[in-house]
């Protein structure tokens, strides 16, 4: 078994962190919301092919996945882009195996106007990479193969099998993730466990809720607006729709409701108002309002019973207006169940040693008010996963960053990790 030198290790790490920033960089500037990933996985899959990878397709195809309880219903308008899946050959099948997997995929930037600089033209400032994506998350994809990358110049390769998947639509549905379980599943490929470097300030998740998109599509009775009384005002059920939603929110974050991983966080659950629109005329009583809503929910709560609660607020509270208007309901995006992974599996209790060597201080644990694509590969795939990935700051808002230093402290915690857990074999001509 081979060791490695972690002076050694921290040296190659801050030799390569141009490489980091110049990579960063790169990627950040293809534009890739989720839906629109083709130009970032093409990016991705010729910098892998470059590292020695063998690189797969793993296509997204809904028909395939629809009777799969992880599965999403897909978000109108989605061209179907592939996630990758790439392996180093000349493995040793007796050694522990090791994917790291994290998305390419962004959300939208918001009015362009209102960033420093353009967000998808990156910048460097006082130890920051700016950019929609640097944080959340292609600062951690490229971290995390600034790892492997530093093993190889100290003439290492993982002993044990190394893959590494860019997946599509973690924003909106998590489908690529679960795409590729199920590819792996087909295949016959076993892996012994899963890191996703999400922005995740250097600690390691444990728990993360489940989620769940809404549409609510509200129709009224146009009138004109100085004979209101004769319409039905979409706008104004849909207000009253929300304020029944937030006190849904309320009761959910009861403290006899709130799982234990949250007992102290009041708000853990959140229901947001993501998106609204309606109305034609200022002086017309509004006809339409359609609201996209994003709510979460408690590990050991089933998705549709979830669904299936708020659904039935939306028509209690359609019911309790005076002139009640139609009201339509549709679950398009994230069917996102909760999962739970316990800290002392084998890989987090590693991964736990690896940063408490490098940095000198115990590893922190933490629970996540949102969802990843960890759920998939543990509750689907039956591989210990968790999220450790660098400090970010404003990921889905303005001027999004992740930091440099950072990255770097989270290069060197995967090249450890890699050694400890798949071992080491010399690169060929060396040693």
Same mark, same amino acid.
Request: charged letters at 20%; proline letters at 8%; glycine letters at 10%.
């Given at each position: 078994?081979?060791?490695?030198?972690?002076?050694?290790?921290?040296?190659?790490?801050?030799?390569?962190?141009?490489?980091?920033?110049?990579?960063? @960089?790169?990627?950040?500037?293809?534009?890739?919301?989720?839906?629109?990933?083709?130009?970032?996985?093409?990016?991705?899959?010729?910098?892998?092919?470059?590292?020695?990878?063998?690189?797969?397709?793993?296509?997204?195809?809904?028909?395939?996945?629809?009777?799969?309880?992880?599965?999403? @219903?897909?978000?109108?308008?989605?061209?179907?882009?592939?996630?990758?899946?790439?392996?180093?050959?000349?493995?040793?099948?007796?050694?522990?195996?090791?994917?790291?997997?994290?998305?390419?995929?962004?959300?939208?930037?918001?009015?362009?106007?209102?960033? @420093?600089?353009?967000?998808?033209?990156?910048?460097?400032?006082?130890?920051?990479?700016?950019? @929609?994506?640097?944080?959340?998350?292609?600062?951690?994809?490229?971290?995390?193969?600034?790892?492997?990358?530093?093993?190889?110049?100290?003439?290492?390769?993982?002993?044990?099998?190394?893959?590494?998947?860019?997946?599509?639509?973690?924003?909106?549905?998590?489908?690529?993730?679960?795409?590729?379980?199920?590819?792996?599943?087909?295949?016959?490929?076993?892996?012994?466990?899963?890191?996703?470097?999400?922005?995740?300030?250097?600690?390691?998740?444990?728990?993360?809720?489940?989620?769940?998109?809404?549409?609510?599509?509200?129709?009224?009775?146009?009138?004109?607006?100085?004979?209101?009384?004769?319409?039905?005002?979409?706008?104004?059920?849909?207000?009253?729709?929300?304020?029944?939603?937030? *006190?849904?929110?309320?009761?959910?974050?009861?403290?006899?409701?709130?799982?234990?991983?949250?007992?102290?966080?009041?708000?853990?659950?959140?229901?947001?108002?993501?998106?609204?629109?309606?109305?034609?005329?200022?002086?017309?009583?509004?006809?339409?309002?359609?609201?996209?809503?994003?709510?979460?929910?408690?590990?050991?709560?089933?998705?549709?019973?979830?669904?299936?609660?708020?659904?039935?607020?939306?028509?209690?509270?359609? *019911?309790?207006?005076?002139?009640?208007?139609?009201?339509?309901?549709?679950?398009?995006?994230?069917? *996102?169940?909760?999962?739970?992974?316990?800290?002392?599996?084998?890989?987090?209790?590693?991964?736990?040693?690896?940063?408490?060597?490098?940095?000198?201080?115990?590893?922190?644990?933490?629970?996540?008010?949102?969802?990843?694509?960890?759920?998939?590969?543990?509750?689907?795939?039956?591989?210990?996963?968790?999220?450790?990935?660098?400090?970010?700051?404003?990921?889905?808002?303005?001027?999004?960053?992740?930091?440099?230093?950072?990255?770097?402290?989270?290069?060197?915690?995967?090249?450890?990790?890699?050694?400890?857990?798949?071992?080491?074999?010399?690169?060929?001509?060396?040693?």
């Amino acid at each position: 078994m081979e060791s490695i030198d972690t002076a050694a290790l921290r040296a190659a790490v801050a030799a390569r962190m141009p490489w980091i920033e110049a990579q960063l @960089r790169d990627i950040v500037a293809i534009p890739s919301v989720s839906g629109s990933e083709e130009a970032v996985q093409a990016r991705m899959r010729s910098l892998l092919e470059e590292l020695g990878f063998v690189t797969h397709v793993v296509p997204t195809r809904p028909e395939t996945l629809t009777q799969h309880p992880g599965y999403s @219903r897909p978000v109108p308008g989605h061209t179907g882009a592939a996630s990758l899946f790439a392996s180093l050959p000349g493995a040793d099948p007796a050694a522990r195996s090791l994917l790291v997997s994290g998305h390419v995929d962004v959300v939208p930037t918001g009015p362009e106007a209102m960033w @420093r600089d353009a967000p998808f033209a990156p910048a460097t400032r006082d130890g920051w990479i700016y950019g @929609r994506g640097a944080g959340d998350m292609k600062g951690g994809l490229v971290a995390a193969l600034a790892g492997l990358v530093a093993l190889r110049d100290l003439g290492f390769a993982p002993r044990g099998a190394f893959h590494f998947n860019t997946v599509v639509e973690e924003e909106c549905t998590g489908n690529g993730a679960l795409a590729t379980v199920a590819w792996m599943k087909r295949r016959g490929l076993t892996v012994d466990a899963v890191l996703d470097p999400e922005p995740s300030a250097e600690t390691i998740q444990l728990a993360q809720l489940g989620v769940a998109w809404m549409q609510i599509a509200i129709v009224g009775r146009p009138a004109h607006a100085g004979h209101k009384q004769l319409g039905s005002n979409a706008i104004e059920a849909a207000i009253h729709v929300w304020s029944r939603l937030k *006190a849904l929110e309320g009761r959910w974050n009861a403290p006899e409701r709130r799982h234990p991983a949250f007992a102290d966080d009041p708000g853990a659950i959140k229901f947001n108002l993501g998106r609204i629109e309606g109305g034609e005329w200022t002086s017309s009583v509004p006809v339409e309002c359609r609201m996209g809503v994003r709510f979460s929910f408690f590990p050991g709560t089933d998705p549709q019973a979830a669904k299936d609660e708020v659904a039935q607020a939306v028509r209690a509270a359609i *019911a309790e207006l005076p002139r009640p208007p139609r009201v339509e309901i549709g679950f398009d995006g994230f069917h *996102a169940e909760p999962c739970e992974v316990p800290a002392d599996a084998p890989p987090l209790a590693m991964l736990a040693q690896v940063h408490a060597e490098l940095r000198g201080a115990p590893a922190g644990f933490r629970n996540i008010t949102a969802t990843t694509d960890v759920r998939h590969f543990w509750l689907h795939g039956g591989i210990p996963a968790t999220c450790y990935g660098p400090v970010a700051r404003d990921i889905h808002g303005l001027d999004e960053c992740v930091s440099l230093e950072s990255l770097g402290r989270v290069a060197e915690v995967y090249a450890l990790f890699i050694a400890r857990w798949c071992g080491l074999r010399p690169l060929a001509g060396t040693g």
